[in-house]
Structures are given as C-alpha cells and as structure tokens.
C-alpha cells in the first residue's frame, strides 16, 4: 500500500532519509529543476563537439554579452548547464582547477572522462551527506581526446552517460526528439550547429532570437575552445555560409 501524500511529506525534509519507495525525494527535486532550466544541447560531430544554449534574457534591459552560459575548463574542453547556475558555476570552477592541476603535475592535457568523473564525484557526495542539498544542475561536458570528438552528460545524482547528441532543460525532450531524428555521426559543427539552432527554434517559438542564442565548439583539428560570434551563428544557421575552421 502506497502512502498517503501527507505520509510522504516528511521523507523529503532530509537528503539521508530514503522513502518507503526507495526514493530520495530532494534528489528528484533536484532533477525537476534541471528541466525548469535554459536549454542546452551538445553534439559530438565528424570534425570537432559543440554545444549551444539559450541564454534566456527575460528583461530587454540585460546586455546579452554579460549573459553566460557556456564555459571553457581548459584548451580543449567545454561545458554548458541547465538548472541552477550559481551552482555551475561552482561545478565549472572546480573543473578549471582540476584541469590545471593536471597540467601541471604531468605535463599533459586532462581527459574528459577525468573532469567528468570529478565533477559526478562531488555531486555523490551531496546526496547522502546530511546538512548538503543535491546539485540543481546537469552539465554537459563536451572536449576532444586524442582526435576524439567525446560528450557527457552528468545528473544531479552523480551518473553520467556518453552521448553522441544530448538535450537538457524546459524544451530538453523536444530538442532530443529532434535530434533523434537529424543526428547522424558524419555530420560536420556547421551542420549540428544549424540543427541545433533549429531545435532551440521550435523549442522557443516566438520567444526565438539570436541574441538569446550562445554556442561554442572544439575543432578535432586544433583542439582549442571557440566561441561563435552571431554573425557566425546567423551565417550557419541561415545556410548562407560555412564557417571556415
């Protein structure tokens, strides 16, 4: 026999405390704040991996620039969130030290599944750890190892999966669909960047515009972090040009 509503209140006061279910209610919180968040998508395409975002500026007095929602842990490799993003931003920062550390102690780049692995570590943690609260936040972490386009995906649990193509936030199941749909392995950054761009505009509708759009990709070839400008973005998205890499 299920409890009652009111029976279940009380397992969700505390991150330790398992439900008769086998639920940890606040980590369930955690993930339907993931979904209330900004879209992110991330496609690991034939030539590099991108992810793009939308910035969701809700006041027309914001200047769109300062707004940021994607993120370079080293060189190599990139990130975005949906969620809460002050606790990105914690998450990203760690990320960047890690990197570092690496750098300096081997004298060599840090592979992705390493920050990956480090970032899911910490977000374990917080779920069983009295007095914590889980992260409101999955990341999508997305970097190039050894000519390896690679992208991963962490849950506010501390799993994380390797995607090819990944969605998260309010429009993250209709953007999947889509890219389930579009998403093929030989696709080039241009071509993800344009299907990517079309998601967030059937997931926006007329919310829809380029300044509320942010993307970035790591090239196979150079392995360096990139911003896309928006006159890039437009050029790619309306097919008129490709970006030359």
């Known amino acids: 026999m299920q409890p009652m509503q009111h029976q279940m209140m009380g397992y969700d006061r505390a991150i330790t405390m398992f439900s008769p279910d086998g639920r940890l209610l606040q980590v369930e919180y955690a993930k339907k704040t993931v979904r209330q968040g900004s879209t992110a998508i991330g ?107 690679r992208l991963y995906q962490t849950d506010p649990t501390g799993i994380y999966f390797e995607y090819r193509a990944s969605a998260l936030g309010e429009g993250g199941e209709e953007a999947e669909e889509i890219l389930k749909k579009e998403y093929k392995p030989e696709l080039t950054m241009d071509e993800g960047l344009a299907i990517s761009v079309s998601a967030l505009k059937k997931v926006l509708g007329e919310k829809f515009s380029l300044d509320r759009v942010d993307a970035a990709y790591v090239s196979v070839k150079n392995k360096v972090f990139t911003r896309y400008t928006r006159e890039e973005i437009e050029a790619v998205s309306s097919g008129k040009k490709k970006k030359k890499k």
């Open 43 to 149: 496609m690991a395409c034939s030539d590099g991996v991108i992810v793009v975002t939308d910035k969701r500026i809700v006041d027309s007095l914001i200047v769109s620039d300062s707004v940021e929602k994607i993120f370079q842990i080293d060189e190599h490799i990139s990130a975005t969130a949906s969620g809460i993003l002050s606790d990105a931003r914690v998450l990203i920062e760690r990320a960047q030290v890690k990197a570092q550390q690496n750098r300096i102690t081997f004298g060599s780049p840090i592979d992705t599944l390493s920050i990956v692995k480090d970032i899911c570590s910490l977000k374990q943690i917080c779920t069983q750890s009295g007095g914590l609260r889980p992260f409101g936040v999955s990341v999508l972490v997305a970097g190039i190892d050894n000519e390896t386009p």
